[in-house]
């Protein structure tokens, strides 16, 4: 199968950089309406269900010491933005959300990277399936659990970071199988940070630290894979820090997670037409692509302000023009709506 490759473009000049990707207009708003005395901490996740819901996981509500502090809620919104609910209050799960999806039926699922664990809400908001299991409240040396490398055999749900693969269970939670380990390598993964599937069942998987975005059939099988290229400013800021040092990363100093057009967020849109967006840390986009990997169109940068971006995590793409992003630095979920040229 061929491999798509690319080199990775620098342009001075925004005019230019702007004719190498269509750029999509699109408004962006803050919808959410919280109740008195209720804040939002790093959002990681967000998502929508059959009736235009919105589910949000937060690292709010911070309860315990300041180390170690349990930093997890998930809270319900209408669609016009009104608070309707917080599902899952003090759940024992809870320890450092990392993301949130709901499924055909409206079931609601979260991951932890804090308690390495994923659970199964149904509509209702009830705890209905379990996976993985936490580290005990009653052990003398409980704390969180290293980045080890070579990771740790596949004895935890949490692969991103304490191991380097996908697993997959079926309807009834029954252990299927797994694949993938760490490395570069085609079926290799580095930091696998995000995943979908769309409507023939293959896999996508942001496979963040090497880059690029891996595609399997439902089994596993590689089928391809695909960089983000598209050309940026290159008087852009990140959302934080320094400027990364990509001359470095690109020779092999470290994961390439701070590089353009590293996919921290993939959504694929419902058919029958289905597209892929994906989001980038530095300089701050979102990426419309076609599930064979072309670049569609290009929107936002890194900011405060809305219509920028600070580290978007998670995004739910109801349809192709209507997206939610998570926002880990700005606190807060967009709504966006894009108005592609026809």
């Known amino acids: 199968m061929k491999r798509l490759v690319f080199g990775l473009m620098l342009l001075a000049s925004p005019v230019l950089a702007q004719e190498a990707v269509p750029l999509i207009p699109f408004d962006g708003s803050d919808p959410l309406k919280l109740p008195k005395d209720l804040y939002l901490g790093e959002v990681t996740g967000v998502a929508v269900n059959s009736k235009g819901h919105v589910f949000v996981l937060s690292r709010g509500n911070t309860t315990g010491p300041a180390y170690a502090a349990a930093a997890a809620q998930l809270l319900e919104f209408a669609p016009d933005g009104a608070f309707v609910r917080e599902i899952g209050k003090n759940l024992y799960a809870w320890s450092f959300g990392h993301t949130v999806r709901v499924d055909p039926s409206d079931n609601i699922w979260i991951t932890d990277k804090g308690s390495d664990m994923v659970v199964k809400f149904n509509p209702r908001g009830r705890v209905a399936m379990v996976f993985g299991r936490k580290l005990e409240a009653s052990d003398r040396e409980t704390g969180p659990l290293e ?189 966006l709506v894009l108005h592609p040229k026809k």
């Open 147 to 335: 980045r080890p490398n070579p990771p740790l055999p596949h004895a935890y749900i949490s692969d991103g970071y304490i191991n380097s693969r996908v697993a997959k269970v079926d309807r009834n939670g029954r252990w299927l199988k797994s694949w993938g380990s760490k490395g570069a390598k085609p079926g290799e993964f580095n930091t696998p940070h995000s995943i979908a599937a769309d409507a023939k069942g293959n896999i996508y998987v942001a496979d963040r630290g090497n880059r690029r975005i891996q595609v399997f059939d439902g089994e596993g099988t590689f089928q391809r894979e695909f960089t983000i290229d598209v050309p940026y400013d290159a008087t852009a800021r990140p959302a934080i820090g320094n400027l990364p040092d990509l001359a470095k990363i690109e020779a092999g100093g470290g994961p390439k997670t701070m590089m353009p057009g590293a996919p921290w967020a993939v959504c694929i849109t419902p058919g029958p037409k289905q597209v892929l967006y994906a989001s980038d840390a530095f300089p701050g986009r979102v990426f419309k692509l076609s599930l064979d990997g072309k670049v569609l169109g290009v929107l936002g940068e890194s900011g405060k302000q809305l219509k920028q971006f600070g580290w978007v995590h998670e995004i739910a793409c109801p349809s192709e023009n209507l997206l939610y992003v998570a926002e880990l630095l700005n606190w807060r979920v967009q709504k």
